[in-house]
């Protein structure tokens, strides 16, 4: 069969009319799914429920003798700042356990620097303008965050490799850029992982402002599909180090995807200067965070031995919730109207429709049911620039369910297709008659 | 025996000989005591090594089938809002339930004001000077805060009945002062409850300022030691709702002296209007805090006749600590060189030496290796004007440990004072001859 684009219009139209009965036939059955975000399925939620009951009375101090249930530590109890620290690939030391939410020492060090600023710098708070460099697409979470603060993001564009390093080393000389965002490990949404290069610019980066920040956010550290042949990120700490540029960067990971989403801890890794500032500032906010699900963890995963066994748990029976997604989507791409990544981890597929259709596929799946990440969300400000970005996370959903959604996203990328190759061949707005409004 | 001030300058010095030397005997022991923190003891954290195993797998939904271990429920789950909500006077709804630390949720509510401002006000960061009421003695960690901000920490008298409203209403009349820190109940250090007076004033409180907020951290809201006859605290949310300004206090409250001090969960209640100011600036920051803790403590508390049967158990551990410490407090009430407070409730003791005396006091202790909290700290900025108010933490050492500390404690109060008295009668500064420096 030839691609969408090689048929006439009589045959898309025709081919349009089919789509759309198929449509209101799903839409007739009430679906109520959701593929929105990247949450972990019941059963890999199940894999961690030793951790209900891994502790008992008189055995709850450190290693070092220290009563997790009480106040102290600010930083974390020793056994999880080693955990933690290896997964993140920096130094125990200078590894600060936080709560459930890694977003909230990213959060922390950005309000940190706001009110405060960082080491021998101004305040954010007090320059006219911050600007944040925000490779797309990307985490809405991150970009979310930077825009409340009141920053502009300026969009960088992702390579198969990573951001695209000739922008990013264009926009470090204006001052006012002082951060970055990266998630360099089967990045959301596109699941690819920096390669060596990519990280070895970003740590040889000579920005215009001295307290210009990497917010490397390794959330898919230890989150491989392929525990075969799993993707390796260059470590950007000691890379970092090696230039004597180890201040550059903030560090987070969390177990949010390794145990519990609703119950695990955070960690932020950082060169000691950086250390010593933010614990000089969370000092006045907390006395500490929660030691005793910090044991938990630590008595859950003694070594890294554990966290990749317990990991490869998680692949198997996530492999085949992204292959059920992988080979629903092939058709589309032998029909010209889509391409996407095939990860090797993470949590996300990233799906490119033709341009112009990710918010058409948007509306048409919710009004038949299933709720996807909104179209455009992945980029600064919410606005894909050609339309075409769809996340898709398919994590949670059963396979059953899993199935049905798929089938349907793919049924609304054709119709969108078809209505938007018709709209552009007569230059007219898209038809929009029948029912699918 | 008259008290110190009666006695000749011989006698004195004869004593103060006498003092010298049972301080030697003491010290020679190396004892290494801490009565420096509100730190509940090992076997008050024994009380609550039921949640340790209280979920089952299986069970950890919430009352509404919301699955706990995974992400979601920004603002906590039912069953711990209606808890925390109960407990510190305020509708459920309204409660958001936060991380292991209230001092957190309070960081929260200036770091946004100072960032954001408050609804229709200007943040805080763009204002010149703000100032903070700090009723004194209290809690060094709010003054810490205030003070790590860059406000100015205004002093206020405390009372018996609580902060002196005369002032209050008077400072407020500056529309720089943008709020007040309150432990309302069983107050730190002090021990005292406010009076209905003393809330009723502060609930029709007009301040120049619109975003002026009370901070009223109810720490100790269910923590009576006299289980018989607990201080009752007029609800401030009521009052203020009475009057129209629901939106000038923050309330909060934490189970870290309930459950674990280094495991519990912590709460804020509000305004409507405050509450979706709040969540609006929290959801950039976290997806939601650790529900798996939450559904911990609401099944160890369905209720508040839960609540009340388990703080009975802590006042019974409690009651013979803080009997023992105001027993050896006795003689100095006697001999005129102290003054101290009763407590219902609470976790403090504060003793009053005669002015000038309190520094001494705390050197004298440590160098013999009993830790007070600094003197000076319950006051802004560190300094106690008159320097005399010691706080007591008898909470934490074993009573026999306690003994040992107490009896030292007024061993170096009795010195201190009478180096006071006789450097006061010669107007030279105090004698430091002898062993004691």
């Given at each position: ?17 089919e ?11 009430g ?8 949450k ?5 939620l199940?894999?961690?429920?030793a ?54 020492l ?10 405060h ?19 797309s ?8 965050m ?24 264009a926009?470090i ?13 089967y ?8 390669s ?9 980066l ?9 917010y ?28 004597g ?5 903030f ?14 801890i955070?960690?932020?890794g ?13 000092t006045?906010q907390?006395?500490?965070y ?12 003694p070594?890294m031995?554990h ?46 429709t ?23 969300a ?21 396979i059953?369910?899993l ?9 609304c990328?054709?119709?969108a ?21």
């Open positions: 069969m030839p691609g969408y684009q090689e048929l006439d219009s009589a045959r898309l139209l025709s081919l349009l009319d789509l759309k009965t198929e449509y209101e036939e799903v839409r007739a059955k679906l109520r799914l959701d593929m929105s975000r990247g972990p399925g019941t059963d890999q199940d894999l961690s429920d951790m209900l009951a891994n502790l008992k009375p008189g055995e709850l101090s450190t290693e070092g003798g220290f009563e997790c249930r009480n106040y102290g530590l600010l930083d974390g109890i020793p056994e999880a700042k080693r955990l933690m620290g290896e997964i993140l690939g920096v130094s125990p030391e200078t590894t600060f356990i936080g709560g459930n939410a890694s977003l909230s990213m959060h922390d060090c950005i309000t940190f620097s706001f009110i600023g960082l080491p021998g710098a101004t305040p954010w708070c007090r320059q006219d303008t911050v600007k944040v460099l925000c490779p697409p990307g985490y809405d979470r991150h970009f979310a930077a825009e409340h603060f009141g920053f502009e993001l300026v969009p960088v564009a992702m390579t198969a490799e990573g951001p695209d390093m000739d922008q990013v080393e926009l000389r204006d001052s006012a850029v002082k951060a970055i965002w990266c998630v360099p490990k990045s959301n949404p596109l699941g690819i992982t920096f060596d290069t990519v990280v070895r610019r970003m740590a040889a000579s920005p215009a402002a001295p307290d210009f920040r990497i490397w956010d390794n959330a898919y550290a230890v989150h491989h599909l392929d525990t075969q042949n799993p993707d390796i990120l260059l470590n950007l700490m000691e890379e970092l180090e090696r230039n540029r180890q201040d550059m960067a560090t987070f990971t969390s177990t949010s995807k390794i145990t519990y989403a609703g119950g695990g955070s960690a932020a950082m060169s000691k200067t950086n250390f010593d500032w933010f614990m000089a500032h969370k006045v907390t006395i500490g929660d030691k005793v699900n910090q044991l938990r963890h630590a008595r859950m995963f070594d031995g966290v990749t066994a317990h990991m490869a748990k998680h692949a198997a029976i996530l492999r085949p919730k992204f292959q059920t997604v992988l080979d629903m989507l092939e058709p589309l791409g032998r029909d010209g109207i889509a391409s996407w990544n095939k990860p090797n981890g993470g949590y996300f597929i990233s799906l490119d033709l341009p112009g259709c990710a918010k058409r596929v948007g509306q048409l799946c919710k009004e038949a049911g299933v709720v996807l990440t909104t179209p455009g992945t980029f600064p400000y919410g606005k894909d620039p050609e339309d075409k970005n769809i996340r898709i996370a398919p994590t949670l959903p059963p059953s369910e199935e049905q959604a798929a089938a349907l996203l793919c049924l990328v054709r119709i297709s078809a209505e938007k190759i018709l709209a552009d061949r007569t230059g007219s707005s898209r038809p929009r008659a029948g029912a699918a409004h």
